[in-house]
């Protein structure tokens, strides 16, 4: 079962530093593979119990060079 980290934690400042690296790595590999996501919050990655960070919400999810507006996104996500 994941949660959002509105749910987990109050603030981003709460949340710890290795859940932070996982996300950064989540988003980096998405910038790797051509991708940019113009709506990347806190609120848009979820955890499990294990510690498992993904990437939610792909609305917002456009490949690097094309029109933002476009109707083609994403479904991609990531269990680093």
């Known amino acids: 079962i994941y949660s959002t980290f509105d749910d987990e934690y109050g603030f981003i400042d709460d949340i710890p530093n290795d859940i932070m690296t996982?996300?950064?790595?989540?988003?980096?590999?998405?910038?790797?593979?051509g991708y940019r996501h113009y709506d990347l919050h806190a609120g848009n990655f979820v955890i499990n119990n294990k510690g498992i960070?993904?990437?939610?919400?792909?609305?917002?999810?456009?490949?690097?060079?094309?029109?933002?507006?476009?109707?083609?996104?994403?479904?991609?996500?990531?269990?680093?």
Request: net charge negative.
């Open 53 to 80: 960070v993904k990437i939610i919400d792909y609305d917002d999810i456009h490949e690097i060079g094309s029109d933002q507006s476009s109707e083609e996104t994403l479904s991609w996500e990531n269990s680093e």
């Open 22 to 33: 996982k996300m950064s790595r989540l988003k980096r590999k998405l910038t790797d593979l």
